[in-house]
């Protein structure tokens, strides 16, 4: 008998009780940090279902990034002293809620509990694109996201970039073109700036390996191209770096670069190897690499000038 | 009882959960937490279909890892220009209440 | 040899799960703020230093040893860090 089924079930409840926590906090700060939590412990269990590719991924981006967003978004709404009022709704109305919640809780534990046996599963052709014509690929999901499911990944990168696009649209008129507000107004303090100047090289360094080990290893480019964003917006929240403005091309030009480089690479694949997204086999590997590298560099502009937000005022000094 | 089965229940639960916060909670901060919340669950529930999913000498279907990989950037994304559009509204109502009844819905019928 | 490498590795994990607990007792039992974050850095620091020399025998080759290495001098630097920020935020808002 193996401690491991016992320590999986203090795992998920541990999971449960913190998102129940950051459901029922009072104050939305708590809550954020909860969230935060949460999303370390959900790396975790993803570890245990053998996703450790995903896990970094929820840890980076669900726990980090997405915990600097709300954070920083709770501190500009209480900034502007908007009026955060709107009443909690009536008994009635909780009472409907929980009871409709625990039924779809239970119809999808249902489902869970009575899916197919055998599952059915995509794993052999994944196995085939990491495997084949030439791409030599050790982690098969870097394979499903670059060869096997190439159109979903560069649709994907498009969406990212159009996010930011609507983001910025948001802002006022006369703003366009300017710079986000910095993450953070104040002057920062003493050890945040030592931290930033710390963490941030050695932070992207790992990022950088996170991306190169990722062709054989858990990693990739969303991940090491995440960790590169969280760097640079610790750098931003030390106020060592400031945002850039919206207008400058060299940002544009990173947004794009992933989608754009995929799209051509993707376009030159029907005349190199005779069909859309089809790497020719003596440099599959090689080109895969050099998509990744657009892909990384753009993941990690786009995320924080994500959570930068639209360009600031334009009646401001 | 197995690792799989149980992360399906967690994730069931916390569909549930997000589900509840997205309704009960009044302000839309809050409610963009609780849709996290739904997210995370719906992506635990297709990770266990990844890894019930083994085969071809992985552990793991890495199909639907991806594809998870994927959606949880794109949610960030989502939840990123949520945020902005809750503070466009702050800034243009001065108050970020949803509902057309409550006080902000209220002061800006009076100001018309 | 092993069973010397086996049996640090009980002794330094054992006792740095010890700090673990002795830290979340102290989270939670604590009055204020400030001695909460006394006992959260103590464990963190100490605790996480503790279980990575335990697993140093247990690493398949030097570059993974490293690695756990600087995990915990990341943790270290980023808990001190944050340790220091809480804290100067405490007395901020006590002033």
Avoid at chain 1, 264 to 271: K, N, S
Avoid at chain 2, 89 to 97: D, I, K, R, T
């Amino acid at each position: 008998m193996s401690v491991l089924p016992l320590l999986d079930v203090g795992l998920a409840l541990l999971v449960v009780a913190v998102a129940t926590w950051t459901m029922a906090a009072r104050d939305l700060f708590a809550s954020v940090l909860g969230y935060v939590a949460y999303g370390l412990l959900l790396a975790l269990v993803w570890v245990r279902l053998h996703a450790p590719d995903i896990g970094l991924t929820e840890a980076a981006v669900g726990g980090g990034v997405t915990g600097v967003l709300l954070v920083t978004a709770g501190k500009r709404l209480d900034a502007l002293k908007a009026a955060t009022s709107g009443a909690a709704p009536r008994l009635r109305v909780k009472i409907l809620a929980g009871a409709l919640s625990a039924l779809v809780a239970g119809a999808l534990a249902f489902v869970v509990a009575s899916l197919p046996t055998p599952a059915p599963s995509l794993a052999p052709q994944a196995a085939a694109a990491a495997a084949g014509p030439g791409a030599g690929l050790g982690n098969p999901i870097t394979a499903v996201l670059i060869s096997y499911r190439a159109f979903d990944t560069m649709l994907e990168k498009i969406v990212l970039a159009l996010a930011v696009l609507g983001i910025w649209s948001v802002g006022a008129d006369a703003a366009w073109g300017g710079a986000p507000a910095p993450l953070r107004k104040a002057r920062p303090d003493g050890a945040m700036v030592l931290l930033a100047q710390i963490l941030a090289p050695i932070g992207a360094l790992i990022g950088v390996h996170i991306f190169w080990v990722g062709a054989d290893a858990p990693g990739g480019a969303f991940q090491g191209g995440a960790l590169l964003a969280a760097m640079w917006m610790v750098a931003m929240m030390a106020r060592l770096v400031e945002a850039p403005r919206i207008g400058s091309r060299a940002l544009r030009l990173a947004l794009i670069s992933g989608p754009a480089v995929f799209l051509a690479v993707g376009l030159a694949g029907i005349a190199m190897a005779g069909s859309f997204f089809a790497f020719p086999p003596a440099f599959a590997k090689a080109l895969i690499l050099f998509i990744e590298t657009f892909m990384v560099l753009s993941v990690a502009v786009a995320l924080p000038m994500m959570v930068a937000g639209p360009p600031e005022g334009g009646q401001e000094p | 009882m197995n690792a799989s089965l149980l992360a399906g229940l967690v994730g069931a639960a916390l569909v549930g959960l997000g589900l509840y916060g997205l309704i009960a909670h009044p302000h839309p901060l809050r409610k963009l937490l609780a849709f996290n919340l739904v997210g995370s669950g719906v992506f635990l529930v297709f990770g266990v279909v990844a890894r019930r999913g083994a085969a071809a000498g992985y552990a793991f279907d890495p199909v639907p890892q991806a594809m998870v990989i994927t959606g949880i950037v794109v949610a960030f994304a989502a939840s990123a220009l949520a945020v902005a559009l809750i503070l466009r509204l702050a800034v243009a109502s001065g108050g970020v209440s949803l509902d057309p009844q409550g006080p902000a819905g209220r002061d800006a019928g009076e100001m018309e | 040899m092993s069973f010397l490498a086996d049996l640090v590795s009980l002794a330094a994990i054992g006792a740095g799960v010890f700090f673990f607990i002795a830290g979340t007792v102290g989270l939670l039992r604590f009055p204020d703020s400030l001695t909460r974050l006394h006992a959260l850095s103590k464990a963190d620091n100490l605790g996480l230093g503790l279980i990575v020399l335990g697993l140093i025998p247990r690493a398949e080759n030097p570059l993974a040893a490293f690695k756990l290495v600087v995990v915990w001098a990341l943790v270290l630097l980023s808990g001190a860090s944050t340790a220091q920020l809480i804290g100067r935020a405490l007395r901020r808002g006590r002033e």
